[in-house]
């Protein structure tokens, strides 16, 4: 019989968590390379950040490179996979998880170049990295694509419309990618956070968050590493069985 622990290890496999130097894409790198993957940290604008983070990894044992690259950017996303393949080997599990700023407006104050932001950045970015990394995935016959989406598609959150819509979007997206994908060995699954606070939500007003922690049937903030287990879950082989889900982590607040 398997044992079913070494089923959850990733040792041998790269993966390339986009966003990942702080928040909730730093703590999934960081599980990622705990179950023995080489994890390739992506950024855009802050290096030193991206320097911290990588140190971090570096500390708890994680073998990691940093890769700078506009994931919304057709010849940036390609240039950094090729980079990734030349020093680290082939991506194995992609993690799409790198956003933007997510403001509240009704939809009047809204812009259609804003709304367009939120596309490139929850589908076209997908769209790019996977069409890049799969020609290695399919000669392999093995791959992990994990978007990361949001409790507010299945929420409908009002004055959101830009990113509900474009989470939507992405949720679509992944459904028809699981189906497209799954003869050759790879697998496309979502996971979508509750509302769990990290440095960008910092200046989000205190009555949003006093409202909000009443709604959680687990009657606790989520915190980043909570998606540890899931992320893990879905990158390795147990769950090979599993593809086009989406999986909430939030406490219980959305049930569907």
Request: proline fraction near 5%.
């Amino acid at each position: 019989m398997t044992n079913h622990i070494n089923r959850f290890s990733l040792e041998g496999k790269v993966a390339l968590v986009t966003g990942s130097t702080k928040g909730l894409g730093l703590a999934m790198a960081g599980a990622l390379g705990e179950a023995g993957a080489k994890v390739a940290i992506n950024y855009y604008n802050d290096e030193e950040k991206a320097l911290a983070a990588r140190e971090r990894l570096d500390q708890m044992g994680t073998q990691t490179k940093l890769f700078k690259a506009d994931v919304t950017d057709e010849k940036e996303v390609n240039q950094m996979v090729h980079a990734i393949e030349k020093s680290m080997g082939p991506v194995d599990v992609a993690v799409i998880n790198a956003t933007c700023d997510q403001p509240h407006h009704p939809i009047e104050e809204y812009s259609w170049e804003f709304y367009q932001s939120m596309l490139d950045f929850f589908i076209k970015s997908p769209f790019l990295i996977t069409r890049a990394i799969l020609p290695a995935m399919k000669r392999s016959g093995w791959g992990r694509i994990i978007n990361i989406g949001s409790e507010v598609f299945h929420l409908g959150v009002p004055e959101f419309s830009a990113y509900v819509a474009a989470k939507g979007g992405q949720n679509g997206w992944t459904r028809s990618m699981a189906r497209e994908l799954a003869p050759f060995g790879i697998t496309v699954n979502m996971i979508s956070p509750g509302w769990i606070p990290v440095e960008r939500h910092d200046k989000e007003p205190q009555e949003w968050k006093d409202a909000y922690l009443p709604t959680i049937p687990i009657g606790r903030w989520g915190i980043p590493e909570d998606l540890a287990g899931a992320v893990t879950f879905l990158a390795s082989e147990s769950s090979s069985f599993v593809t086009g889900q989406n999986l909430h982590v939030n406490g219980g607040l959305t049930l569907h």
